[in-house]
């Protein structure tokens, strides 16, 4: 199986080249010149597998050039037992009748960006190996706080590479930002950017993009690579789990092989539902894909009505991981829907990137419409669903997750749709503990509180144990306190790698 980029079709590159590459050189996104399918039978089979082995089945269709032995070796090294602290790496949670959340959130940073960087990093490595690459290979992250620590644990003394990851000054969580301040490794380097997630997003965009510095670093044996949701080492691993949570869905007697379900998610870059997007291409019987937004419901918009417009005011919510007004994946998906139309898209890029907007043509709106329904909340009804959800069901739910269960709500109300669901679980409430326990119990509970005393809290009215990975932080080092201007981000680099 071969790629191509969303703004230049004629291109042909292996999977490997895509994944060591990143982003295509003109800026586009590399996407497989077909989505392959998965057969009943496959489904079936699946229901008796492993994680690991679900993995190999749904690799092993896009990762051609991969040998089974490369495969194997990257599977198991990322999903292990003891990085996500349960066998099932990914299990889901049964709330109701019609709600299944799919528990992303049991890796080695808490949040669902785990399981595709546990995993990247070999991937990475192998196609270099595989390529012949002799240059070492910088990873560099924007991060709106989730990316930037799963892309740290995942690379963090893997030879060969060197990580670099932005974080916006205005819009991590006090936790998120310990996670990243406080990371060892040998080839680790961390900074804040003044300004939000866009600022950072652009700001590594503009280095990648750069020319002239792109041939400085060639000269000093170095080679940009992404770890950011437009790889595409991150999103094929992201279409696993919806077979996954499919398989044990037949598997605990929820559903027969052959329903359709409903999938949720809350929704930022587009990366995650863009996976659930094409496990449905694939094969998966999915049968509304329901996007959910908070106030930055720029998706939303763009849904219901084929205008995507980012000339708009920008709210920093508690589901920070969703504060995002450009939200890259969708590319891919518009690339899909236009039947891989890469002069349009490239104009569509333009259009946003000169004007912050750009509209789609009805017949392509007519197929957003068909696949997707989308929705949005704000802070006080994400807080609102933390605490009903507590009471009514004992389940606390972390404030992305929530986002996405409010709008699961409004849809049913709205259409009367109960068909079985599966709401995407992004986080660990632990991760977001201070937002999660003022909406349990208001804001008396977190006044004058440190973080740890937070996670005690939230343990005993959650009943949860704290995950080993936010306890130790505690008597970490802080080692990274650079702020930098978004101007300055390339002197950072720059420093970083002493050239
Ligand atoms: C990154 C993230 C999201 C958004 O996912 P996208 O793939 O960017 O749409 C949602 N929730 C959490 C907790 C995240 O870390």
Redesign the pocket.
């Given at each position: 199986m071969q790629y191509q980029s969303t703004r230049n079709k004629k291109m042909s590159v292996s999977s490997a080249q895509a994944i060591k590459t990143g982003l295509s050189a003109e800026g586009g996104l590399f996407v497989p010149e077909n989505i392959p399918s998965v057969s009943s039978a496959e489904m079936d089979a699946m229901t008796s597998m492993t994680y690991n082995e679900r993995a190999y089945t749904v690799l092993k269709k896009f990762l051609t050039d991969y040998t089974d032995e490369e495969l194997w070796n990257c599977i198991n090294k990322a999903y292990t037992k003891e990085k996500f602290e349960t066998a099932n790496i990914a299990p889901v949670y049964k709330l109701n009748g019609a709600q299944y959340f799919l528990e992303l959130?049991h890796g080695p940073t808490c949040?669902?960006?785990d399981m595709a960087l546990q995993i990247l990093p070999h991937l990475l490595t192998t196609a270099m190996a595989k390529t012949d690459e002799k240059d070492e290979l910088i990873i560099l992250v924007a991060t709106?706080?989730?990316?930037g620590k799963?892309a740290l644990e995942g690379f963090k003394d893997v030879s060969g590479t060197r990580i670099i990851v932005f974080y916006p000054s205005d819009g991590v969580s006090e936790i998120q930002k310990l996670q990243m301040i406080t990371q060892e490794g040998s080839n680790v380097g961390v900074a804040a950017v003044k300004g939000n997630f866009d600022d950072a997003q652009n700001g590594v965009k503009k280095i990648f993009t750069d020319v002239s510095y792109n041939a400085v670093l060639e000269n000093n044996n170095f080679k940009l690579s992404s770890a950011n949701?437009i790889n595409w080492g991150r999103l094929v691993p992201?279409i696993v789990y919806y077979f996954s949570a499919y398989a044990d869905m037949v598997k605990g007697n929820e559903i027969k092989t052959g329903d359709k379900i409903n999938v949720v998610?809350?929704?930022?870059?587009?990366?995650?539902?863009?996976?659930a997007y094409y496990a449905k291409k694939m094969g998966l019987p999915i049968a509304k894909l329901i996007c959910a937004s908070n106030s930055n419901n720029v998706l939303t918009d763009f849904i219901n009505t084929g205008i995507y417009n980012k000339n708009r005011e920008f709210h920093t919510t508690i589901?920070p991981?969703?504060d995002?007004l450009i939200?890259s994946?969708l590319e891919r998906f518009l690339y899909d829907i236009s039947d891989r139309d890469d002069t349009l898209i490239a104009s569509l890029m333009k259009q946003l990137v000169e004007n912050g907007s750009y509209e789609v043509d009805s017949r392509m709106k007519e197929k957003i419409s068909q696949l997707f329904y989308a929705g949005y909340c704000n802070d006080d009804k994400t807080r609102q669903a933390i605490k009903a959800c507590k009471e009514e069901f004992g389940y606390v739910i972390?404030t992305?997750?929530a986002v996405a269960k409010v709008v699961h709500d409004e849809y049913i109300s709205k259409t009367g749709d109960i068909t079985k669901t599966v709401i995407?679980s992004?986080?660990s409430p632990f991760?977001?503990n201070q937002s999660v326990l003022i909406a349990l119990g208001g804001c008396e509970i977190v006044a004058g509180k440190d973080e740890f005393t937070l996670l005690d809290i939230l343990s005993e009215k959650s009943g949860m144990s704290i995950p080993a990975s936010l306890a130790e932080l505690k008597h970490k080092n802080r080692i990274f306190d650079l702020v930098c201007d978004k101007e300055q981000m390339q002197h950072v680099v720059s420093d970083f790698l002493n050239i």
């Open positions: 959130w949040a669902f960006k709106s706080g989730d990316t799963a949701s992201q998610v809350p929704t930022g870059n587009f990366g995650n539902i863009l996976a589901s991981s969703m995002i939200s994946n972390d992305h997750t995407a992004t986080a991760k977001f």
